[in-house]
């Protein structure tokens, strides 16, 4: 491109001559002097007439200083004031060198379109171009050589445009054939949907119909949730009594229950006897198979395990209190002594592990040794003895009635407000199953003493006899 030499752009400079700009109206109204009297001295109520008294006298006082101090202030303004000024001078000339250059660049690049311009046109009105064409232009590029002209378009073979429209024709079939594909896999996709939720909601309708609580998780506001916990119980226990009722694949309802073990576990009672062999065990249900239970049997399962557990977790606070009874808790089993050298056993197994129990004579079961080792024998349930399922079945009546003790207590008017801490005793389950036990030891031995006692005044030939009503739980049969 041809080089030009712009003319002087510091004599061409037009600057715009603006109208000085005018005060703001609002700065004098009523509530912008209120604004900036709140800001310089605060609100009005901090304002008092001693103040503005003391105020107006402090500068009645400044005014009236000698012409020292004010000769002292006027030559330290002055000594500061040329080095401002030479600063302010410098910016102003920099930045009209900035103005400056960015004008002359501007021209030049307005310079050289129009010297295009004119090139373009010299070849077809050589004089008109020549008048706006520029001197180094036309000492260095001869007139006319550049030019233009219009081109038609090559008129289209019938073969192109038949191809042209085959692509189009095929673009437009390969996609309505991705939009088919995609519509009827969203319709299939749609139809499984359906069907999954109309088998969760089914599954959800036959748990209601079970009179089972349904509600919102608390911090999961759009999952539902059974409870299946008691109210009455133990805070660590009554918060583990809600789940959250998942839908899984193909539909089918997962119980989720948090924290909580996977396992159910349920309390089992065994007696035995002063050779040490086990002769009967209380009942343990079987464990349901989560893939193939339905959910109701599963809910009744985690209920049934949270209340086992809070039963064991009461029954081994109770024991500390009965340590001079005979009651010991060794290895996680709770260990009842009877006055006839009997034990109860009490423990709490997983039911997995229960089931799964490899399965011994009686004769071959070793001891672990000392009275801190629990025994592994065969556990052989007895059907003409009741006394193991008995005490099982009596410890859950006891704590379901230590529930209704607490909403009892919960339903009247509460005791007033102190502080000291109330502490809750531990609720009564083995004490009155050990008294139960104990007694008809008691009464056993007893019954035995008196039969003694009758044989020998038979031989003497004096007639004695005895009577000795028990329930239909024998005792004496739990030693054979």
């Known amino acids: 491109m041809a080089q030009s030499t712009p003319p002087s752009t510091t004599e061409t400079l037009l600057l715009p001559l603006r109208v000085w700009p005018k005060g703001d109206p609002n700065k004098k109204s009523l509530p912008s002097l209120i604004q900036r009297i709140n800001e310089q001295r605060g609100p009005f109520r901090g304002v008092t007439e001693a103040s503005l008294e003391e105020e107006i ?85 001869p007139m006319g050589s550049l030019g233009m002209e219009k081109v038609q378009p090559q008129p289209e073979r019938l073969q192109d445009i038949k191809d042209r429209e085959m692509v189009q024709l095929g673009w437009k079939m390969q996609s309505l ?27 959800v309708l036959a748990i209601d119909n079970e009179r089972w609580s349904l509600c919102r998780m608390p911090r999961e506001r759009h999952t539902l949730g059974v409870r299946f916990g008691f109210l009455e119980a133990a805070a660590e226990f009554r918060d583990r009594g809600l789940g959250a009722l998942r839908r899984g694949e193909g539909g089918k309802i997962i119980l989720d229950q948090g924290l909580a073990t996977s396992i159910p576990r349920v309390v089992r009672v065994r007696i035995e006897t002063r050779a040490g062999g086990i002769t009967s065990s209380s009942t343990v249900p079987t464990l349901a198979n989560p893939d193939t239970s339905p959910i109701e049997e599963l809910i009744l ?89 008995g005490i099982a079945l009596s410890l859950r009546l006891l704590l379901s009635h230590t529930h209704r003790q607490h909403f009892l207590q919960r339903s009247q008017i509460p005791p007033p407000l102190t502080d000291r801490k109330r502490t809750q005793p531990p609720p009564a389950i083995i004490r009155p199953v050990l008294s139960h036990l104990m007694h008809r030891s008691v009464i056993t031995f007893l019954d035995e003493f008196l039969k003694g006692v009758e044989e020998a005044l038979d031989s003497a030939g004096l007639n004695a006899s005895h009577t000795v009503i028990m329930g239909n739980l024998d005792l004496a049969s739990e030693e054979n």
């Open 57 to 141: 006298r402090a500068q009645e006082a400044r005014a009236a200083q000698p012409d020292e101090d004010i000769e002292d202030e006027t030559g330290d303004d002055q000594a500061n004031k040329p080095e401002n000024e030479v600063g302010r001078r410098e910016v102003l000339l920099k930045a009209k060198e900035d103005i400056l250059k960015q004008v002359g660049q501007a021209y030049m690049e307005a310079y050289y379109a129009l010297d295009f311009v004119s090139l373009l046109l010299s070849k077809d009105s050589p004089r008109q171009a020549e008048l706006s064409m520029s001197q180094h232009l036309k000492q260095h590029v």
């Open 177 to 203: 054939q991705s939009t088919a594909d995609s519509l009827l896999a969203a319709a299939t996709r749609l139809e499984t949907e359906v069907q999954h939720e109309t088998q969760y909601w089914e599954q």
């Open 301 to 389: 399962q985690a209920r049934n395990a949270i209340y086992e557990e809070e039963l064991f977790h009461e029954i081994t606070r109770e024991t500390r209190l009965l340590m001079n009874q005979g009651v010991r808790n060794t290895d996680s089993v709770i260990i009842l002594t009877l006055p006839d050298r009997r034990r109860v056993l009490i423990d709490l197994v997983p039911l997995e592990d229960y089931h799964h129990l490899p399965q011994q004579p009686p004769e071959q079961s070793q001891s672990q040794g000392g009275e801190n080792g629990r025994k592994k024998e065969h556990v052989e349930n007895n059907p003409k003895s009741y006394l193991a399922e």
